[in-house]
């Protein structure tokens, strides 16, 4: 045998084999990987919330985008890095990116509601957003829980906004990943998370990863395909991102995450039309705007069930939904979301040129 079939026999898996075991034992025992942000400034503060402006490269678009992301998770997962970042890509693409980083409450914010929340926080940002931009209008892009809030606010504000982008968005809560004897017994009256807010007060952080590890196999951030594909810098890279970010869990408001259980899980307020917030009933008939929807084929985490929905009781002429291949997470991690939204968004958006003629 020759050196060189020696080598490619021998020699090389094993040097692979040492390579993949140097990679793990470098990632248990270094510091978690600092996630550089695309270029930012803040415009606007609130309490624990942020609202980033990232602007475009070059920017093709006059149509803003405003990003809004669930209240349980920390919203960096949609800004995880150069080459993945979902906001990265869209500003590579042309557009404007405004960002609402929720941030998270203590102990002195367990009063905050869902109405809080959406009004006080989302409602002003985006009213901010709109100033600091000085658009017309604005899109409204919302992603997980954040897209649930998304629709709530365009239901029920006078703002322009332009079109709304939902992914993977959980509408009906009468279905999902949440156990179904929960869901019987929360629906029943048999099950009730308020004695378990109230003594907490605000939610820690340590309990939602507990509960978010418990429901979905994707925050369990399996150690299986690292120890699998280790030799892969790439792939051992953005696992790191994503493992550190399944083990940031936000903390959630007492107040609020008693409001989502007991309006959104129990009682379906928002899919029946009963959900009141600010003092105004939301009504997914009033949204009007161009509407884009997508859901992804392997979701463990919102299911297309639940997403489905929104298409009926939308009063949008202009509507599409899609199903991507792809998984909940993955979706931001690979920064899939911006490519995604890009050639709808590109369609239904006011160009610069368009605008100085």
């Given at each position: 045998m020759?050196?060189?079939?020696?080598e490619?026999?021998?020699?090389l898996?094993?040097?692979r084999?040492a390579?993949?075991?140097?990679?793990?034992?470098?990632?248990m025992?270094?510091?978690k990987?600092e996630?550089?942000p695309?270029?930012?400034e803040?415009v606007?503060?609130?309490?624990?919330?942020?609202l980033?402006?990232?602007?475009?490269?070059?920017?093709?678009?006059?149509?803003?985008i405003?990003?809004?992301y669930?209240l349980?998770?920390k919203?960096?997962i949609?800004?995880i890095?150069?080459g993945s970042?979902?906001?990265?890509?869209?500003?590579?693409?042309g557009?404007?990116v405004?960002l609402?980083?929720?941030?998270s409450?203590g102990?002195?914010?367990?009063h905050?509601?869902?109405?809080?929340?959406?009004?006080?926080?989302?409602?002003?940002?985006?009213?901010?957003?709109l100033?600091?931009s000085e658009?017309?209008?604005?899109?409204?892009?919302?992603?997980?829980?954040?897209?649930?809030?998304?629709?709530?606010?365009?239901?029920?504000?006078?703002l322009p906004?332009k079109?709304?982008v939902?992914?993977?968005v959980?509408?009906?809560?009468?279905i999902?990943?949440?156990?179904?004897?929960?869901?019987?017994?929360?629906?029943?009256?048999?099950?009730?998370?308020d004695?378990?807010?109230?003594a907490?007060?605000?939610?820690?952080?340590?309990?939602?990863?507990?509960?978010?590890?418990m429901?979905?196999p994707?925050?369990g951030?399996?150690?299986?395909?690292?120890i699998?594909r280790?030799?892969?810098?790439?792939?051992?890279?953005?696992?790191?991102?994503?493992d550190k970010?399944?083990?940031?869990?936000?903390?959630?408001a007492?107040?609020?995450?008693?409001?989502?259980f007991?309006d959104?899980?129990r009682?379906?307020?928002l899919l029946?039309?009963d959900?009141?917030?600010g003092?105004?009933?939301?009504?997914l008939?009033?949204?009007k705007?161009?509407?884009?929807?997508f859901?992804?084929?392997?979701?463990?985490?919102?299911?297309?069930?639940?997403?489905?929905?929104?298409?009926?009781?939308?009063s949008?002429?202009?509507?599409?939904?899609?199903v991507?291949e792809?998984?909940h997470?993955?979706l931001a991690?690979?920064?899939a979301?911006?490519?995604i939204?890009?050639?709808w968004?590109?369609?239904?958006?006011?160009?610069?040129h368009e605008v100085?003629?």
């Amino acid at each position: 045998m020759s050196t060189k079939a020696l080598e490619s026999n021998f020699l090389l898996p094993i040097k692979r084999e040492a390579k993949r075991w140097n990679q793990l034992y470098k990632i248990m025992t270094e510091p978690k990987p600092e996630i550089v942000p695309t270029p930012r400034e803040c415009v606007w503060k609130k309490n624990k919330t942020t609202l980033w402006f990232h602007p475009a490269k070059e920017k093709k678009y006059e149509t803003p985008i405003f990003l809004v992301y669930s209240l349980l998770n920390k919203v960096y997962i949609l800004d995880i890095g150069e080459g993945s970042s979902v906001v990265g890509g869209l500003t590579e693409r042309g557009y404007d990116v405004y960002l609402l980083e929720w941030g998270s409450p203590g102990l002195e914010d367990s009063h905050l509601t869902l109405d809080n929340y959406i009004i006080d926080y989302l409602e002003n940002a985006v009213k901010r957003a709109l100033r600091h931009s000085e658009a017309k209008d604005i899109t409204m892009a919302g992603y997980c829980l954040g897209g649930t809030a998304a629709a709530i606010l365009t239901s029920i504000t006078n703002l322009p906004i332009k079109n709304l982008v939902l992914a993977a968005v959980p509408i009906d809560f009468s279905i999902g990943i949440v156990p179904d004897k929960w869901l019987e017994g929360l629906q029943k009256g048999q099950l009730s998370f308020d004695r378990f807010a109230d003594a907490h007060e605000t939610i820690p952080s340590e309990f939602l990863y507990l509960m978010f590890r418990m429901l979905s196999p994707v925050y369990g951030s399996p150690k299986i395909n690292l120890i699998t594909r280790a030799h892969d810098e790439k792939y051992v890279e953005k696992w790191r991102r994503m493992d550190k970010w399944t083990k940031d869990t936000a903390s959630f408001a007492g107040a609020a995450f008693k409001q989502m259980f007991n309006d959104l899980y129990r009682d379906n307020k928002l899919l029946k039309g009963d959900l009141m917030i600010g003092g105004r009933k939301v009504d997914l008939k009033n949204i009007k705007c161009p509407l884009f929807v997508f859901s992804c084929s392997r979701d463990n985490l919102v299911l297309e069930q639940q997403s489905l929905p929104v298409m009926e009781l939308v009063s949008s002429e202009d509507k599409t939904y899609k199903v991507y291949e792809g998984g909940h997470v993955s979706l931001a991690l690979t920064g899939a979301f911006a490519g995604i939204m890009d050639p709808w968004l590109a369609a239904h958006s006011q160009e610069i040129h368009e605008v100085l003629t």
